[in-house]
């Protein structure tokens, strides 16, 4: 029988890169810069390292396809390197292999980088594939804010909100992150916002405006894994595990029934209950210290507070607007700014997620840490609402 990960795998080393607009270096930069840092991190040298996990989401455009990019920047030792792609879960897919590996026993010491340099791509937004029987069956004419923008319709509508009141909650969620991101030197936005800037800024797709919506940035991250043994052999008291990580993937029902009425993510859901009881969770709004969750639009993370079970249905607005998930609130999310203020270099994103957890459960955070961290969770989000893959991982300290 299936006893899952808890406890099985320690987090020796992580490392991020500034996220931005990095033009004068390419994604070869980016993951040598997250990778030296994970390293010096660890303890570790390269040789240690005995198989790695690779993401990205849009390789024909950056880095190509294989792990041969990542074997070769990093001169790892003909090791197995597997490429992993899983829409915006993808960083998150690559921590999930690399976890799964040592925890299986099939190796000691396992790395995990994504990358993404979309500001190469030369699109506002994420690059669109044209061809394929999913686009073409579930994506005519998709937009991503439009997409989000029926999420937000479809919350508002099931649970007789007025639109004055779903905008300003959503203001909230952007004015908050941006707070603070300005207090991280990673991030790529660091300007606090007010809330009547978000409320008056330009229309992209009804009811989210231009501050609604997070934005296009290059980076990489970057997480060497090992067992807890070895872990301890190098010194890491009170070292970072993984207690659970767990992955749910549409399969139509949510287009092809009428059992799903586009006011949630069914499949948020389905992996966050799977990983509370993987990591032995009852109560996720009394036991999380921390959230970091899949904030491509501001009504993403409004909606994914009531997913998680961190707010019950239709109390997200309420919860919001009281600052239950402001920085010095009961449960903070994005204390390091969200996707909102690093944008959303796709393979990195799950990644960067987890290395804000990182920091903060070894108190190591600066001006963002908070006091007496536990136990912190990260969510993905991967395509639409209605098709998409969701990742869940819940991170704390091993043996506690």
Request: with cysteine; aromatic share 6%.
């Amino acid at each position: 029988m299936a006893t899952g990960i808890r406890d099985k795998v320690a987090i020796v080393g992580m490392g991020c890169t500034r996220f931005g607009e990095r033009w004068n270096d390419g994604a070869e930069d980016l993951m040598a810069e997250a990778y030296a840092e994970a390293l010096a991190d660890s303890g570790l040298e390269t040789k240690d390292i005995q198989a790695a996990w690779f993401a990205t989401a849009n390789e024909d455009l950056h880095v190509g396809r294989s792990g041969i990019p990542l074997a070769t920047t990093l001169r790892l030792p003909r090791i197995p390197v597997t490429r992993v792609e899983n829409f915006c879960a993808s960083g998150t897919e690559a921590l999930r292999g690399a976890v799964y590996a040592v925890a299986a026993g099939a190796c000691d010491v396992a790395l995990a980088l994504g990358v993404e340099k979309l500001k190469d791509t030369g699109y506002g937004g994420l690059p669109q594939r044209s061809r394929g029987a999913l686009n073409a069956l579930w994506w005519p004419s998709y937009t991503a804010p439009g997409s989000f923008a029926q999420l937000a319709e479809a919350y508002r509508a099931k649970h007789g909100l007025s639109r004055e009141d779903l905008k300003r909650a959503m203001a909230h969620v952007s004015v908050k992150s941006h707070a603070n991101g300005a207090r991280n030197p990673k991030a790529h936005l660091r300007k606090p916002i007010t809330e009547q800037a978000v409320l008056d800024a330009p229309m992209v797709a009804d009811p989210l405006g231009l501050f609604d919506c997070c934005g296009v940035s290059d980076g990489a991250a970057c997480a060497i894994v090992t067992t807890p043994d070895i872990a301890r052999g190098l010194g890491k008291r009170g070292a970072v595990s993984v207690k659970a990580l767990q992955l749910a993937v549409s399969n139509g029902e949510e287009m092809g029934f009428g059992r799903w009425d586009g006011s949630h993510v069914a499949t948020a859901r389905v992996a966050a209950a799977r990983a509370y009881a993987e990591a032995g969770i009852a109560d996720p709004r009394r036991d999380l210290n921390l959230t970091e969750v899949h904030d491509c639009f501001s009504v993403t993370e409004l909606v994914t507070m009531e997913d998680l079970g961190l707010s019950p249905d239709g109390g997200a607005v309420r919860d919001v607007l009281d600052g239950v998930f402001d920085a010095e609130g009961a449960l903070p999310c994005q204390i390091d700014g969200g996707l909102k203020c690093f944008g959303h270099p796709i393979g990195a994103s799950g990644l960067r997620m987890v290395y804000e957890l990182y920091l903060q459960l070894l108190g190591r955070a600066g001006p963002r840490q908070r006091a007496d961290v536990r136990l912190g969770l990260t969510h993905n989000l991967g395509g639409a609402p209605h098709q998409n893959v969701c990742s869940v991982a819940i991170i704390g300290r091993l043996g506690e």
